[in-house]
């Protein structure tokens, strides 16, 4: 049973809004008090000088939301003893016992993440695959790491993983690129290389510039989180998959807002979030596909496909026989240029019904569409499903 707040909420933010993630996370939050507070919100970072918020049970209506990586935080949730909703926490046997009994849980999808980087990879032909993990192992890059190598060794192929670390390498990067140089050289070329976040992305693309190997053809890089502070100053710039950190955000708000009203002890709640899409940037920009013919046929069709093309502007780019290239393309992809097309223009349609609010007859002109009608068929065809009852599910 809810009952009214008598006085505005006193929500502590534990997040570290040097991150992407944790800004998208704020971003959610922010959302969803806008709507439905006032809150009296007091952003934690740990920062030098910053000064704590004591006292929280004390105050009407308090409560947290946290992403949980570290034990500092995981010691206040536990002191305050106010409602909570945690978010992304690291291991539970490093957490105080019974804490995450007490909250909701929120978290990514972390095999769906790994994934997802898997089968971008296997999708551009890859055949060569290595995980670079966060330093100290922590859960989140282990589990990531896990789903890749095991979606690729379904695929037939051999993961690499790198590390462990010496305790003077995790201190000092100065001695672990020349050790991260050299891994990165010995792998079997051209290899794809995902790591468990942005950071550590930025770092096996500085390997790669010390040990003199060519990103992306010799070595391709994803990384996780998106965040374009990073992604767009390395050289070159580096791909990310996109998380749906927002989204968890204001779903954390809401889920402290019954909490906090409640009367009685509300409900816990476990949801994971699956990963939004992977940003391609020049890191990854490479097909390594056997075939030569039908690798220039592809990156023709992948940076072009959002434009009204058709398979003869496909064959002429290649510079063969139509009836050459379907061969190749069927020995090579075992379907044909049309379907190619097709595939790269209806996962575009997908992540702009996830991610934006444009119409379907934008959509359908933003990705090479001839009219909202035949898009709507072909999706229908396609996921059994209409693009409106998509995006309310996403």
């Known amino acids: 049973m809810s009952r009214n707040l008598s006085k505005i909420p006193q929500v502590a933010l534990l997040f570290e809004t040097n991150e992407q993630a944790h800004r998208d996370i704020l971003r959610g939050v922010l959302r969803y008090e806008r709507g439905n507070g006032p809150w009296s919100l007091h952003v934690a970072e740990g920062r030098a000088g910053e000064q704590r918020l004591l006292a929280l049970k004390t105050r009407g209506g308090a409560g947290i939301i946290g992403v949980i990586q570290n034990s500092a935080y995981a010691n206040a949730v536990l002191a305050a003893d106010v409602p909570a909703v945690l978010i992304d926490p690291m291991d539970e046997s490093r957490l105080p016992p019974g804490l995450l009994a007490r909250h909701s849980v929120l978290a990514s999808d972390l095999r769906a993440v790994g994934e997802l980087a898997a089968g971008y990879f296997l999708e551009r032909g890859f055949t060569h695959f290595a995980f670079v993990g966060e330093i100290h192992d922590i859960n989140w890059s282990r589990e990531r790491g896990a789903a890749f190598a095991a979606c690729v060794r379904k695929a037939g192929f051999e993961c690499h993983t790198y590390g462990p670390l010496s305790v003077r390498a995790k201190r000092d990067w100065g001695v672990e690129r020349d050790r991260l140089s050299a891994w990165l050289k010995a792998l079997p070329k051209p290899?794809?290389?995902?790591?468990?976040?942005?950071v550590r992305g930025r770092q096996v693309l500085d390997a790669c510039l010390t040990a003199g190997l060519d990103v992306p053809h010799a070595v391709a890089v994803l990384a996780v989180d998106n965040d374009e502070l990073i992604c767009d100053a390395t050289t070159p710039p580096l791909s990310s998959i996109a998380l749906d950190t927002e989204r968890m955000g204001y779903e954390a708000a809401r889920l402290l807002d019954q909490a906090m009203r409640q009367r009685s002890k509300a409900r816990r709640l476990t949801?994971?979030?699956?990963?939004?899409?992977?940003?391609?940037?020049?890191?990854?920009?490479?097909?390594?596909i056997a075939d030569p013919l039908v690798a220039r046929a592809l990156e023709f069709i992948w940076l072009n496909a959002q434009n009204p093309i058709g398979v003869p502007d496909i064959v002429k780019h290649a510079g063969v026989s139509r009836r050459l290239l379907e061969l190749r393309f069927r020995e090579a992809l075992n379907g044909t240029i049309q379907e190619e097309l097709q595939r790269t223009r209806l996962k575009r349609v997908r992540t702009l019904l996830a991610e934006t609010n444009l119409s379907v007859t934008a959509i359908a002109r933003a990705c090479g569409f001839t009219s909202k009608s035949y898009l709507g068929k072909v999706f229908r065809r396609s996921f059994l499903t209409t693009m409106t009852k998509y995006r309310v599910t996403r």
């Open 271 to 288: 949801r994971t979030f699956p990963p939004l899409t992977v940003v391609t940037r020049r890191s990854t920009e490479a097909v390594h």
């Open 191 to 198: 290899a794809a290389v995902f790591a468990a976040m942005d």
